[in-house]
C-alpha cells in the first residue's frame, strides 16, 4: 500500500472514530440533562449529573471544534478578504493559521498546566479526577494543531 494511500486510509478511519465519539457523546449529554430535569421536577436532583454533563460538554466542545477546523465550518469573516486578488488571499490565510498555530501551543502548554493542577480534584458526586474534564483542552488543541498543520500544508502548496 503506497504511503499516500495508507495516510488517506488511516485519516479517514480517524474522522469516523471521531465522528462516532462525537455522536455518542452529544447523545450522552443530551440524555443526561433531560434526566437530570425530570429528576429535579420530582424533587429528587442528582449530586453527580453536573459534573459529569461538564465532563462530556469540554470532550465534546474541543473535539467538534477539531472537527469544524477540519470542515472549514468555523465563522469566517472575509468580507475585506475576499476583495483581495486570489493570490493574496491564499497568503492571508497562510498568515491566520500561523496565528492559530501560536495560540493553539499556547493552549496546549496551559492546557497541560491546568490538567495537572487538578489532579488532585475530583468532579463532584463522583471519584473521577476534574483533570478529565481538563484533559479535553490540550488534547483538542493537539488535534487542531494536527489539522491546522495539514491545511497549512495544502495551502504553502497550493501557492506554488
Do not use: C
Amino acid at each position: 500500500m503506497a504511503p499516500h494511500t495508507l495516510l488517506t486510509t488511516l485519516r479517514n478511519i480517524y474522522i469516523k472514530i471521531e465522528t462516532s465519539v462525537l455522536i455518542i457523546l452529544l447523545n450522552a449529554l443530551v440524555g443526561l440533562v433531560f434526566m437530570e430535569v425530570i429528576v429535579r421536577f420530582f424533587d429528587n436532583p442528582t449530586t453527580w449529573s453536573v459534573g459529569i454533563a461538564q465532563l462530556i460538554f469540554m470532550w465534546v466542545i474541543f473535539l467538534g471544534a477539531n472537527r469544524a477546523l477540519r470542515n472549514h465550518s468555523h465563522i469566517g469573516i472575509d468580507v475585506f478578504t475576499n476583495l483581495l486578488p486570489s493570490t493574496w488571499q491564499k497568503y492571508v490565510q497562510l498568515a491566520v493559521h500561523l496565528v492559530m498555530l501560536v495560540f493553539l501551543a499556547i493552549l496546549i502548554v496551559y492546557g497541560f498546566e491546568m490538567t495537572f493542577a487538578n489532579t488532585g480534584r475530583l468532579i463532584t458526586g463522583t471519584s473521577l479526577g476534574y483533570f478529565t474534564v481538563t484533559l479535553a483542552i490540550p488534547v483538542g488543541a493537539i488535534l487542531m494543531l494536527g489539522t491546522a498543520i495539514s491545511q497549512m500544508g495544502l495551502l504553502i502548496k497550493n501557492l506554488k
